[in-house]
């Protein structure tokens, strides 16, 4: 199984800032996935983080929102800008090492804003 | 649009009993999941069904995938409290693997 650590684990952040959430990962991956969890719903995609390339964003959700990087293949980093309360979701990462394994999750990061 | 649906959505079930939570999916996929999320954590691999067919178990659950209906079943045997958690269906139907498409959630309540 893969090892992600997720950073930070919780914040609570003021509208109209901006908080990047950290994504490691044991091991090379070739995409790392970013979801979002708003209260009491199930996930959804955000964006596909691809190393040396742009991210693709899914339907709803928009780069200037959601910077995401991905410098290498162990790493990646989604930004919430310029937040609203309406962003207070759990995110979390995930990532797929090879064909026919399982899709692994981060601890997810909670966010609240205020 | 892939579209995955599960019934029921809230289970309230009593210590000793047996129930099914299914999860249908809108257009061909060949592999499913099965995630147990307790409240406030992250999610927690339970099962992936890769073929027609397929069935795995662990413990008092029980997992099977039929594509050609396009329907998963998890079941649950002889329910005990520490199975109460939300549990997650989701379909991996991207041309990519791994952007996955959850269902709604069920909320599993056991009672003693």
């Known amino acids: 199984s893969a090892v992600i650590s997720q950073k930070p684990s919780r914040d609570i952040c003021q509208r109209g800032t901006s908080l990047t959430i950290q994504c490691q990962v044991d091991?090379?991956?070739?995409?790392m996935f970013w979801y979002r969890q708003q209260p009491g719903q199930s996930l959804t995609l955000i964006a596909t983080?691809?190393?040396?390339?742009?991210?693709?964003?899914e339907s709803g959700f928009v780069i200037d929102k959601f910077p995401i990087s991905r410098p290498n293949l162990t790493f990646s980093t989604l930004t919430v800008s310029n937040m609203s309360p309406e962003d207070s979701s759990i995110y979390l990462c995930?990532?797929?090492?090879?064909?026919?394994?399982?899709?692994?999750f981060g601890q997810g990061t909670r966010l609240t804003v205020v | 649009e892939l579209k995955v649906e599960q019934n029921p959505l809230f289970l309230s079930m009593q210590e000793g009993k047996n129930y099914t939570i299914y999860c249908n999916y809108s257009?061909?996929?060949?592999?499913l999941y099965w995630y147990r999320q307790d409240p406030g954590k992250s999610l927690e691999s339970l099962f992936v069904?890769?073929?027609?067919?397929a069935v795995k178990q662990e413990g008092r659950l029980m997992a099977s995938l039929d594509t050609k209906a396009r329907l998963s079943t998890l079941h649950i045997t002889a329910a005990v409290h520490d199975l109460s958690a939300t549990y997650f269906c989701?379909?991996?139907?991207?041309?990519?693997?791994?952007?996955?498409?959850f269902g709604q959630g069920t909320i599993l309540t056991v009672h003693p």
């Open positions: 983080a691809n190393q040396g390339s742009e991210a693709t964003y």
């Open positions: 995930s990532v797929e090492r090879t064909v026919n394994t399982e899709a692994f």
């Open positions: 091991s090379q991956v070739t995409m």
């Open positions: 069904l890769l073929s027609n067919g």
């Open positions: 989701a379909v991996d139907g991207g041309t990519s693997y791994g952007k996955l498409t």
């Open positions: 257009t061909t996929s060949d592999r």
